[in-house]
């Protein structure tokens, strides 16, 4: 089983909290920006019509006779007339002195600019914006200055600044829902590119180990480069494994076989009882070495095979019915004779070394078992669905170890004394693993087993 990678979050979710995170800290500054921008503005309007106002009155006052009148026009207060009914307040001084107005409304000190002078300030308990200015008047040989301090509540302007803020603050909350929007998109097309990859990862099949060639992105370079160069060590590694398993094989049986055949030969020719049960000990023991040299190297081979499935288009009754020709001399020699029955035809798309390998296994654990004068009956259907069934009549398996079966090197109780090595069920039910079925193991209800390997 393929161990799961460890997961340190989602690269997605990173990215996406990145970007909207961004996305608030920037609609944050926006607020205040727009907020801090448009109470300059209308502060700046409000001082425009204070400067105003008081040139205005300004320029209405005059020397007459050596005596100061000043003739406040009415324009001078009604330019400051807001929605919001705001209080004003203005002093006329002259030479420092108060002259009429309210007294508590003080000129503003400090440096002036182009002699006009702004501050907020209270006024009897209120927030005023206030504006200072003066005039030098000069007649009948005579100079005084005249200073004039006109001040003026904000509720307008606080009116004004809190529909600015809201404005402001919707206009940051669209920023924001918009950036998310747009963050989402970036994200999916970015992470797109991953998936993508992962997507024609997964849809490769077992054998197809060859390199990705299809445009990807600069920052994604890397990492295509370094899995082609993995697949191209991979795909080098499983040649030289299944060459190594069909020499291996081969060199293993061969040997075998070879002293098999000597011991043989010289059991025929000794005299002695000793000698032959020694020689009859070791031809058995050639014979377990054998089969179990052969199942290992068969499993290994099967367990390579499973992932590079080399599928082919079949008709597994002809594959079967060649496996019978050929085991039905081994048959004949324990006294059994083998049937082959079932649907004249069953086409499947499988692996056909796999496939045979998996039935000879269980035909040859049905000759193991079968009692003489026997038949060992195989029978290939397409019904429900590809599925081929050996049955034998021998002790069948035992009803406590029929679910352990099929692991490596397990044997049944009833196995003793049997050669074996206890890879033939684990082999049969890989093959049909690697084709998507399954086997099952029973007992038939007139005695025998029964092993199906559906397809």
Not at 201 to 225: C, I, Y
Not at 290 to 315: N, P, V, W
Not at 326 to 332: G, N
């Amino acid at each position: 089983m393929t161990p799961n990678p460890t997961v340190s979050g989602s690269l997605r979710n990173r990215l996406m909290l990145t970007l909207i995170g961004g996305a608030a800290i920037l609609a944050i500054l926006l607020f205040f920006a727009v907020r801090s921008y448009a109470a300059k503005v209308a502060q700046q309007g409000q001082d425009n019509l204070l400067e105003a106002s008081v040139t205005s009155i300004l320029d209405a006052a005059a020397l007459r006779d050596g005596v100061l009148e000043v003739d406040i026009p009415y324009a001078a207060f009604s330019m400051l007339s807001t929605p919001s009914d705001d209080r004003v307040f203005y002093a006329i001084y002259q030479d420092g002195e108060f002259l009429s107005g309210y007294e508590d409304l003080h000129l503003t000190g400090g440096p002036a600019q182009n002699n006009w002078v702004f501050r907020s300030g209270e006024v009897r308990g209120e927030r005023v914006r206030q504006v200072s200015a003066s005039r030098t008047l000069v007649g009948l040989g005579r100079q005084t200055e005249i200073e004039v301090a006109l001040g003026q509540t904000q509720d307008a302007l606080a009116e004004t600044m809190d529909q600015i803020s809201r404005n402001a603050a919707y206009l940051g909350l669209g920023f924001f829902l918009l950036t998310t929007v747009l963050s989402f998109w970036v994200t999916s097309t970015t992470i797109g590119q991953l998936n993508r990859l992962t997507t024609s990862v997964t849809r490769r099949g077992p054998q197809d180990l060859s390199p990705f060639k299809k445009p990807v992105p600069r920052e994604m370079a890397p990492l295509v480069s370094s899995l082609n160069s993995l697949m191209g060590r991979l795909d080098q590694s499983l040649s030289q494994s299944e060459d190594f398993i069909a020499e291996a094989a081969h060199r293993v049986r061969t040997p075998l076989a070879t002293v098999r055949s000597y011991a043989e030969a010289t059991l025929h020719r000794v005299e002695r009882k000793d000698n032959r049960e020694a020689l009859r000990a070791m031809v058995r023991a050639i014979d377990e070495s054998s089969r179990a040299a052969g199942q290992l190297l068969d499993h290994a081979m099967i367990t390579f095979r499973a992932d590079h499935l080399e599928r082919e288009d079949i008709d597994l009754v002809g594959l079967v019915q060649e496996l019978v020709q050929r085991l039905t001399p081994i048959a004949e020699m324990k006294e059994l004779s083998l049937s082959l029955t079932g649907d004249p035809s069953v086409p499947y798309s499988g692996d056909p070394i796999l496939l045979q390998n998996a039935v000879r296994n269980l035909v040859d654990n049905a000759l193991k078992y079968a009692p003489s004068d026997s038949t060992v009956q195989i029978e290939v259907t397409a019904v429900p669905n590809a599925r081929i069934t050996v049955r034998d009549s021998g002790p069948g398996f035992p009803p406590d170890e029929i679910d352990s079966l099929t692991r490596r090197f397990e044997r049944g109780q009833n196995a003793t004394g049997t050669i074996g090595s206890g890879l033939g069920l684990t082999i049969a039910q890989d093959v049909a693993t690697a084709h998507g079925g399954t086997l099952v193991l029973t007992n038939q209800t007139e005695g025998g087993a029964c092993v199906t390997l559906s397809l």
